[in-house]
């Protein structure tokens, strides 16, 4: 089957790390996404990697990939208020995507 | 810089009559896509044009068309809404190369039906 699973909820403390987990199944995917939605808009990516890397950090954003449990994870550092929103993640072998179920993160202040 | 734009952002239509949501690129991708999504749920992909191909998922209904006339606008037409129907519709694109396909979103179109 083709389910891409996330946790549905995440709260954290503002300047606290949060961490947003995503399993997949299909172990041919070529590139894997973190896309973020902020209420009312539309979704905007936030970083990829490819299949044959283990790690890519971007600024505040690591993304780990383990192949092997296809496990994909996204690691927002020194967390702000403005980074809740739900998280995407995505996988894709062509042009066609597959979403996950969504991770809704909550920032206190 | 706008790269993906939709109109309107908000619609309001009838239950039965027909309305077209538009979506226009500023990218020259050659990929564009039409999504539906409902409530705080993943986005569900209705179809997309890979160049001049259309591509339908086998669960889009019927109900449901869409025309891409040239690279830069491609709309998605809802011949006969039901309630069933009020959802955010988004539009995306892509560059489709070898490896990668980032996709691109537009803002959305809450559709409301009446």
């Known amino acids: 089957g083709e389910d891409v699973e996330q946790s549905l909820f995440l709260s954290v403390r503002e300047g606290d790390s949060s961490v947003i987990n995503c399993t997949y199944t299909?172990?041919?995917?070529?590139?894997l996404y973190w896309y973020k939605q902020e209420p009312g808009a539309g979704l905007q990516l936030l970083t990829y990697?490819?299949?044959?890397?283990d790690m890519k950090q971007d600024q505040r954003l690591t993304v780990l990939l383990n192949k092997k449990d296809k496990h994909l994870s996204l690691r927002i550092a020194d967390t702000q208020t403005g980074d809740s929103a739900i998280y995407f993640c995505a996988e894709s072998l062509s042009e066609k995507y597959i979403f996950g179920t969504g991770t809704r993160l909550k920032v206190l202040a | 810089d706008a790269m993906v734009i939709q109109n309107p952002r908000y619609q309001v239509t009838q239950f039965g009559k027909p309305v077209t949501l538009s979506c226009s690129q500023t990218?020259?991708?050659?990929?564009m896509y039409w999504y539906q999504q409902k409530s705080s749920q993943a986005p569900k992909l209705l179809f997309h044009?890979?160049?001049?191909?259309?591509?339908n998922e086998a669960d889009t209904p019927d109900n449901f068309q869409s025309r891409r006339p040239n690279t830069s606008f491609c709309f998605l037409d809802i011949r006969s809404p039901g309630l069933g129907d009020a959802a955010m519709y988004l539009c995306?694109?892509?560059?489709?190369?070898?490896?990668?396909?980032?996709?691109?979103f537009g803002p959305g179109t809450r559709l409301t039906v009446t």
């Open positions: 299909d172990s041919s995917s070529t590139y």
């Open positions: 990697i490819f299949s044959n890397m």
């Open positions: 990218l020259n991708h050659n990929v």
């Open positions: 044009y890979y160049d001049k191909d259309f591509n």
């Open positions: 995306a694109t892509s560059r489709a190369r070898v490896n990668s396909y980032e996709q691109y």
